[in-house]
């Protein structure tokens, strides 16, 4: 019998698997690729800061440590490279903007924002527009999340099924769950969004949000180490390669890329630079945001070996190593949960069949 039984092939499981193996806890996993293409078509940026009310992102100061040592941790054993480090560069429009990120810089967001204001032209970036003022917010990056989900699944190889979830199969012991030929003593969903057609978690408030991306190429850009922000972002990738998102859109939950979300980005391309890229890639993928921005997981509140980690949403890069850290070691009654993720909040609105 083994200690875990993942479902999900998405960030939060690979996540989850890898932190179970540091912490030496035995699983099996199960997952299919096809099912949603959510964390293949993240950009996986992390960024310290919130520009739309310019705050310091919710445990930042804890969340980033916690991910540069998981991501490099599994860059080593995984012996593949997914992790870049990089400043996020941010120009304003107005006057106010500047005293606003320099109050920040003084107080609650000292360890991210560079405390000073250029005005001269910047040598990260080539033919980008940047007339205006900007600085820096530090300690941001990105993911290769698709690069980290194939050495991940590579690396378990012998612990991963490729498969869809068949939740008639699942039958809840006294020991834990017995699912096909599979025994564990406990099992954790990891559905993203999906976890709508989950019979156990059905209930959780997820509001998903539909995100696209587009992979660009051209010889005339160069933004050498730095993320562009403005109305949106665009960074280099490798040689010639950039990345330029995202959209965000709630009605039309699917992971098929769509001529409006391609305008729009492309609108927000005309916002950084005038040259005319070749699209090389466009993708589509349904993020599994919260209802209060919070993950959730935790325990179903009528089965003890029933578990749900998920909600991780736009900053999943940056939630996910510290918080499936917290997940498994309160699944080893190491700790408890943090008080905001604890899918106990939600227990009102479950509603046992009768």
């Known amino acids: 019998m083994t200690d875990v039984l993942i479902v999900g092939n998405g960030l939060a499981a690979n996540t989850l698997a890898f932190q179970l193996y540091q912490q030496g806890l035995s699983f099996r ?122 050495a991940s699944n590579h690396f378990f190889k012998d612990c991963f099924s490729e498969a869809t979830f068949q939740y008639n199969d699942l039958k809840l012991t006294l020991l834990g769950v017995h699912y096909q030929q599979h025994q564990a003593k406990r099992i954790v969903f990891c559905e993203g969004y999906l976890v709508k057609n989950n019979p156990y978690f059905n209930w959780i408030p997820l509001v998903p949000a539909k995100g696209e991306l587009l992979t660009l190429q051209t010889d005339q850009l160069h933004l050498n180490t730095v993320i562009f922000n403005r109305n949106g972002f665009l960074f280099q990738t490798e040689k010639n390669t950039f990345k330029l998102g995202a959209t965000y859109e709630w009605q039309q939950l699917n992971d098929l890329p769509s001529l409006e979300g391609q305008l729009e980005l492309l609108n927000k391309l005309v916002a950084i630079t005038s040259v005319e890229p070749i699209i090389t890639q466009h993708q589509a993928g349904v993020r599994p945001s919260s209802k209060d921005r919070r993950p959730i997981m935790g325990v179903h509140p009528n089965h003890n070996s029933v578990f749900v980690f998920n909600g991780l949403g736009t900053k999943g890069v940056m939630l996910a190593p510290y918080f499936s850290k917290n997940f498994v070691f309160f699944i080893q009654s190491k700790a408890v949960l943090h008080p905001e993720v604890d899918v106990a909040r939600f227990y009102h609105l479950y509603k046992p069949h009768l």
């Not at 293409?37 to 950009?43: K, L």
């Not at 940026?45 to 040592?69: C, D, Y």
């Not at 870049?84 to 609650?108: C, D, H, I, N, V």
């Not at 967001?109 to 005005?119: E, P, R």
């Open 29 to 150: 996993w199960i997952g299919n690729s096809n099912l949603s293409n959510c964390s293949h078509a993240a950009a996986g940026i992390w960024n310290p800061m919130v520009f739309k009310r310019m705050t310091k992102s919710w445990l930042a100061e804890l969340l980033i440590p916690e991910l540069l040592h998981f991501y490099k941790a599994a860059e080593t054993a995984m012996q593949a490279r997914f992790i870049t480090e990089r400043p996020m560069l941010r120009s304003f429009k107005e006057k106010q903007e500047q005293t606003l990120w320099l109050k920040k810089a003084e107080t609650e967001a000292a360890l991210f924002l560079d405390k000073t204001i250029y005005t001269n032209g910047n040598e990260y970036l080539t033919n980008c527009w940047l007339n205006e003022p900007y600085s820096f917010v530090n300690q941001c990056g990105n993911l290769n999340v698709s690069a980290f989900i194939n």
